[in-house]
């Protein structure tokens, strides 16, 4: 079994930053490409960044410029920096994990999601 555990969340002003952490730990072979997926209240769930284990990143237009994606290989974390903050950016942001549980088995993960809310 592998756990994604989150954090870094909270309330933050417009204009404001924060930081969010995803640890992956587990029965865990390697881990492939990683991302952040948010959901705000009465929306559908949608991508907002993803970084391959190579480094190869990906992020929606909409946060473009202003959130970074990175991960550490060695600590099967990654992070997702997000600056200049908008009130349209509140939400549950969840992290996700593809999986090498075995050398021959893929397997996707979701953390338990954090909340980020933008306002004065």
């Known amino acids: 079994q592998v756990q994604l555990v989150e954090s870094g969340g909270g309330l933050v002003q417009p204009g404001g930053s924060l930081r969010l952490s995803c640890a992956a730990s587990?029965?865990?072979?390697?881990?492939?490409?990683m991302g952040w997926y948010r959901q705000a209240p009465g929306k559908q769930r949608e991508l907002v960044a993803s970084i391959t284990s190579g480094g190869s990143t990906n992020y929606t237009d909409s946060v473009k410029g202003r959130f970074t994606i990175s991960r550490d290989n060695a600590k099967n974390t990654v992070y997702l920096q997000m600056n200049s903050l908008k009130p349209e950016g509140t939400a549950v942001y969840y992290c996700?994990?593809?999986?090498?549980?075995?050398?021959?088995?893929?397997?996707?993960?979701w953390g338990q999601g954090t909340q980020v809310t933008v306002s004065s």
């Open positions: 587990g029965s865990i072979f390697s881990v492939n490409a």
């Open positions: 996700n994990a593809n999986v090498w549980v075995t050398r021959w088995e893929l397997k996707d993960y």
